[in-house]
Structures are given as C-alpha cells and as structure tokens.
C-alpha cells in the first residue's frame, strides 16, 4: 500500500490514520465517512491505496490552510499518468462547470459535511459544491503533493457513466 508508507514518511506533522475498508460494497462515500467519524484530529485528509504521496504533502496542506483561515480545505495538485491535475486556485465559478480539486485534500474537520453516500462517481466535486452551498471554500497550495496511476475504479470505467454522475451533480447543485 503505496499511501500508508509514505503517509508513515511524513515530515513536520503528526497523523492519525483510521483505515476503513469496504468489506461490504458500500462505497467509497461510505468508507470515507466511517474514517472520519473516529478521526478525533482538527483535520482530515483522505488518501486512495495507491497514492504516493510528497514527504511533505501534508505539511504543506496544512500550512495553507492555516494561513487561509476563511478556508474549509486546502489542496495541491497531483501527477496521473504523466499528466499534472488539479493544478489551478480555486474559483468558485470553476467549480460549478465542472471538478478540479481531488478527494486527497485536507479538511477543517468541524466543516466536514460528509460524503453523500449515494453517489457512484464525482462524490468529491459533490463534497466541495455542498462546502461552498455553505459559504466555505477551498486554497490550493500551488505544490505537487502526490502521484498516482491511472487506474480503473471511480475515476476511470467506474459503475457510474460520466454523463450520468454529472447529470446527477448538476441536478442536485442547480448547476445550470
């Protein structure tokens, strides 16, 4: 598991590490919630099995975030399959189009909503548009905090069509 050695090689911070596995096919949505209900922690930040993170990803999630007081999460952007992602600040107006922050950023745990459970696809941009419906928004970091490959799952030949998820989004956010 890629994520729990270099989470385990983090400088700067301390962790808390809840792992909840879906024994049961619930979801990620679900796994990610159960996780999170036991973090006693100020902060959480979610983390794939395969994401490899910077030995100072964290500690720099977490200096953005202090330093952005009025924000809810902090994120970087990341490399996929030779390709950076997530690499732009945050806009909200950005965010109603469509998702540039991933689900690996770290959040003020007294603002976490909760993944919306039902979702198959897209429960990260989810996540961020219910943060905004509340007036809170996210800081990007501007620094590169993990890599990952392209791998089949929520991201890519998911359960879920593209078109569908975001069909879903949309409705649910009034994004039109």
Known sequence: ???????GRQVGVRLQVSICHDME??????????????????????????????????????ETLQSNPGAAYS??????AGRVQCNQPFSLSRLKIG??????SLIRRELFPGFDESLGRYQDWDLWLTLAAKGHIGVQSNRLIFRT?????????GPVSVADARAIIVKKHNLL
């Open 149 to 157: 490959k392209l791998r089949d799952g929520i991201t890519q030949n």
């Open 75 to 80: 994120y970087g952007s990341y490399e996929m």
């Open 1 to 7: 598991m890629p994520a729990l050695l270099s989470l």
């Open 25 to 62: 096919g619930r979801g990620a949505g679900w796994a990610r919630n159960q996780a999170a209900a036991v973090c006693r922690h100020p902060w959480l930040l979610f983390s794939d099995a395969d994401i490899e993170w910077e030995p100072c990803a964290v500690l720099w999630l977490v």
């Open 99 to 104: 998702n540039f922050v991933s689900t690996m």
